[in-house]
C-alpha cells in the first residue's frame, strides 16, 4: 500500500537527475503515483529527461514537451493529459529561469525590464497558468505545489530577480489556495535549502551559500533532493489534508536562525 496508490498527476521541471523534480518523481512513484513528465521541448532536452527517469526505474516515461511560456503549449499538454488521465490528483511545479547575467552579487539594480519580466513570467506566472487548467481536471480535489527558496525574503547575494520571482510565486501559491479551496484544491510551496542543480550553479557565490548552511543551520548540513521528495508526498497525498496555502521550509532549519 504506498500513500500516494491511484493517484495521477503531472510534474514539470525534470531536467537531468540532479532536477529536485526528478527525485519528486522518484517519492511519488515510489508510493504508487502515476506521472506525466513535462520538460522544456528540444531534442537534446528529451533525451537528458528520459535518461533521468531511466534512473530512477521509469523505463518509458510518458512525456510532454512544454514551454510553460507559451499559452498555447499549456494548453496541448493539458489536452494531452486530459486524453490519457481524464482527471489528474496533483500536479508538481518545480521550475524556473531568470538570465544568469543576473544572477551575479551587485547586479541587481541592472535588471533589465526584459529580464525582469522573463524571470516572472516563466518562474511565477506560470504557476497561475497551470493551476488554472489543473483546476478543470480535478473535480473532485487535488494538491498542487511549487519550490520556492529563502532568496524570496531576504536579500542573498546573487539570487537578485529570481528572490523577487520567488516572492511572486509564494504571493500566487496564496492566492491560488484561497481561490482554489472551495474546489478541494490544496496549493503549497516547498522552500528548499539549496542542492547542486543545473539553476542552481547559474546563481553566482553558489559554494559559499553551501558552505554557510553547513556552518549555520540548526542541522549543520545541507539538505538532501530525497528530502524535497519526502516533504512532496506528504504536501501531495491525504496526510496533509487539512493543509494548503502554506510555504515549508525543507532547509535544514536555516530559515529560522537570526545570527
Ligand atoms: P533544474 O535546472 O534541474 O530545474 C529547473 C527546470 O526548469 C528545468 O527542468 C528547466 O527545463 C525548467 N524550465 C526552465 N524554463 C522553462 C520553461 N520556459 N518551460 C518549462 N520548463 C522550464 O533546477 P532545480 O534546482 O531542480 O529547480 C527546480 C525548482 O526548485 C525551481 O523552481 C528552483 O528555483 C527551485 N529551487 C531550487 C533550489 C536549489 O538550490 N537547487 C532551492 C530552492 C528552490
Excluded at 145 to 166: D, F, L
Aim: hydrophobic share 40%; aromatic share 8%; with cysteine.
Amino acid at each position: 500500500m504506498g500513500l500516494l496508490d491511484n493517484q495521477r498527476g503531472l510534474v514539470f521541471g525534470i531536467a537531468n537527475d540532479r532536477s529536485i523534480a526528478c527525485h519528486i518523481a522518484k517519492s511519488l512513484i515510489g508510493e504508487g503515483a502515476t506521472c506525466g513528465f513535462a520538460h522544456l521541448p528540444g531534442e537534446k532536452n528529451e533525451r537528458r529527461v528520459r535518461k533521468a527517469l531511466d534512473g530512477i526505474g521509469v523505463a518509458e516515461p510518458w512525456l510532454l514537451p512544454c514551454d510553460v511560456s507559451s499559452d498555447d503549449d499549456i494548453d496541448a499538454t493539458f489536452a494531452a493529459t486530459k486524453e490519457r488521465f481524464d482527471t489528474i490528483d496533483f500536479l508538481v511545479h518545480s521550475l524556473a529561469f531568470a538570465d544568469r547575467t543576473y544572477l551575479k552579487a551587485g547586479k541587481f539594480p541592472e535588471t533589465p525590464r526584459d529580464v525582469f519580466a522573463q524571470a516572472l513570467d516563466i518562474s511565477a506566472y506560470s504557476l497561475i497558468a497551470l493551476a488554472n487548467r489543473a483546476k478543470e481536471m480535478m473535480p473532485k480535489g487535488g494538491s498542487i505545489i511549487g519550490m520556492t527558496y529563502y532568496g524570496s525574503e531576504k536579500a542573498i547575494p546573487g539570487y537578485n530577480v529570481m528572490g523577487v520571482a520567488k516572492a511572486a510565486l509564494e504571493a500566487s501559491m496564496r492566492y491560488l489556495a484561497a481561490d482554489l479551496g472551495e474546489h478541494g484544491i490544496r496549493v503549497n510551496t516547498v522552500s528548499a535549502g539549496p542542492l547542486k542543480t543545473l539553476s542552481s550553479m547559474a546563481v553566482g557565490g553558489i559554494d559559499e551559500i553551501f558552505n554557510w548552511v553547513s556552518q549555520k543551520s540548526p542541522l549543520r548540513r545541507n539538505i538532501e533532493a530525497g528530502e524535497v521528495g519526502k516533504t512532496a508526498v506528504y504536501l501531495l497525498s491525504d496526510l496533509s489534508s487539512g493543509v494548503t496555502g502554506e510555504n515549508i521550509y525543507v532547509d535544514a532549519g536555516y530559515s529560522i536562525v537570526g545570527l
